[in-house]
């Protein structure tokens, strides 16, 4: 009965794509590891037609409402309307916003979606998206030293993902596959821009990734013997670490790491890339 999770719902409103309440929401949620949130994301909520029918669905299935409407006559009736039904809500937004105009001495715009603007930084991410996706699993070597990060690491190590997450942050990532006895790129050796960072985690670990993996394939040649040994994964291991010392680059144990949390010590190794 100890593991019996309770479930509540999780309404989250926003008058654009809804990101920002997610990840806040998640965030509070994951501190309560005997609840799980049931969510309910309503983004681009942009005028009172819409609201009204939100705030019906809200009524119907009744928990915690967060929400992020700059529209301020639309956030008093979301207020209002939660008081009537006994709901409790919070504006995510608003007290950082308060802050910032108390701290600033300025009034904000006040604009739905303004995190989202196309500017010179969005452009940046969309570009650093594109080089990374053209870069996956050790793709157009050529290009290497136009990166701002590489990372190097055995199968299984979340490279492609954690290339992924720091694309979206505008950072130039190409990823390459360890493989004993098999040489890095010449290129990448010749590189002198981007910082080599290695992924290297717990033989176990790999082991039970790689075993999901063999599970999903439908491939008769995968010798899933050797690829889920964890006496085999050890050696790639160890070529690995060996690899990273003979060329100082640091390595990042993602054992018990999210991508996210890899991703910031990555950030945090070149502190321009912040």
Known sequence: MENQKNYFHLHLISDST??????????????FQSSHALEHVYPLIRNRKQLMQVMEAVDGAPGIVLYTIVDRELADIIDVTCKEMGLPCVSVLEPIIDLFQSYLGATSRRRSGAQHVMDADYFARIDALNFTMDHDDGQLPADFNDADVV??????TSKTPTSIYLANRGIKTANIPIVPGVPLPDRLMEATKPLVVGLIATADRISQVRQNRVLGTASHSFRAEDYV????????????RS??????????????????ETAAAIVALRPRLR
């Open 243 to 260: 690899l990273c010392a003979r060329n100082n680059w640091p390595t990042i144990d993602v054992t018990r790491r999210s991508i996210e």
């Open 18 to 31: 809804g990101e920002t309440l997610i990840a806040a929401g998640r965030a509070a949620a994951a501190q």
């Open 151 to 156: 990372l190097i690491g055995i199968s299984r």
């Open 229 to 240: 040994d964890r006496a085999s994964i050890a050696e790639e291991l160890k070529y690995a």
